[in-house]
């Protein structure tokens, strides 16, 4: 029994949505914006993990950075590559919004004492 239950959790590992996901991507050819969005929604994601510490302002204030840069990032891919010009104004729109609540954010953490995430880009063109 204890045989079966270990080859159970063996298969399901390998067949992981995350492992399955890695083993779809590779198999497609990706455009070059399908390649861009992917770039920055994984650099996003590894930019999210953090240890979180209890204090939930700050928590807040550090996993909200990288995700608003992920935006910001994302919004570049559809500048370079998008046509339809309300996306393109859209996209404007989340730079300019994302960037400053990006400021915002640091300046909270800079006040209050608390470091801004490591993973955290340094900053991005301004637009």
């Not at 861009?36 to 807040?60: L, S």
């Amino acid at each position: 029994m204890k045989k079966l239950i270990l080859i159970a959790s063996l298969a399901a590992a390998a067949c992981s949505p995350e492992d399955e996901t890695s083993k779809q991507n590779a198999r497609t050819s990706d455009s070059p914006s399908t390649a861009a969005f992917k770039a920055a929604n994984d650099k996003m994601h590894k930019d999210m993990t953090m240890t979180f510490t209890g204090n939930a302002d700050a928590d807040f204030m550090r996993s909200m950075i990288p995700h608003h840069e992920g935006a910001v990032a994302m919004a570049e891919v559809a500048l370079e590559h998008g046509k339809d010009p309300e996306v393109r104004k859209l996209a404007q729109d989340v730079i300019k919004a994302q960037e400053s609540e990006i400021a915002q954010m640091k300046a909270w953490l800079e006040k209050n004492g608390k470091d801004a995430p490591a993973t955290a880009a340094s900053g991005h063109d301004s637009h």
